[in-house]
T-cell receptor, first 113, second 112 residues
């Protein structure tokens, strides 16, 4: 079953707290992504991972870091969350260079108070 | 730099109306173009891929066209239904780094 799973679906944190968003995929895709989605701004790429321990900054990496220790798992970490990081975060994966195989998770709605 | 512009932030139609969404792109490379759809509460999913100049792709009643001369691509549907209410994104895959460049999305609202 081709699926990208994100946990949790909803998360409320206070400013300054650490946040861990988790993503898993069952398709053995090499490439995984973290995006954030804000009204009027569409999808903004935070980080891209080409495989285990092979991560690159996207367009808006500041304030975020990632970890990929297994091909099927990709984590997004916010150290000391800020209120402007309130957003919906999407994880996605695909075979490298094949956008037609791109699958997204259902998203995590993060609220930082 | 490479970019995709999607000007229509929101489109409101009635059932059975004609839908037309337009994107323009800018790149020095050889892009592959896509349309994705995002239903409420879900992540985006692939709707259509268009790979050849002046070639149409079609899926679920939607049709995509691509004009290399004007560096634009379009999504259209002859008769929209309420179930088509969603956000539609155009996207361009760069052959240089395999990254997707996204448009800002068009929210389609169908009045019952």
């Amino acid at each position: 079953d081709m699926k990208v799973t994100q946990m949790p679906r909803y998360l409320i944190k206070r400013m300054g707290e650490n946040v861990l968003l988790e993503c898993g995929q069952d398709m053995s895709h090499e490439t995984m992504y973290w995006y954030r989605q804000d009204p009027g701004l569409g999808l903004q790429l935070i980080y891209i991972s080409y495989d285990v321990d092979s991560n690159s900054e996207g367009d808006i990496p500041k304030g975020y870091r990632v970890s990929r220790k297994k091909r099927e798992h990709f984590s997004l970490i916010l150290d000391s969350a800020k209120t402007n990081q309130t957003s919906v975060y999407f994880c996605a994966s695909n075979y490298r260079g094949r956008a037609e195989t791109l699958y997204f998770g259902s998203g995590t709605r993060l609220t930082v108070l | 730099g490479d970019s995709v512009i999607q000007m229509q932030g929101q489109v409101t139609l009635s059932e059975n109306d004609f839908l037309f969404i337009n994107c323009t792109y800018s790149t020095t490379g050889y892009p592959t173009l896509f349309w994705y759809v995002q239903y409420s509460g879900e992540g985006p999913q692939l709707l259509l891929q268009v790979t050849t100049a002046n070639n149409k792709g079609s899926s679920r009643g939607f049709e995509a066209t691509y004009d290399k001369g004007t560096t634009s691509f379009h999504l259209q549907k002859t008769s929209v239904q309420e179930i088509d209410s969603a956000v539609y994104y155009c996207a361009m895959l760069m052959d240089s780094n395999y990254q997707l460049i996204w448009g800002s999305g068009t929210k389609l609202i169908i009045k019952p």
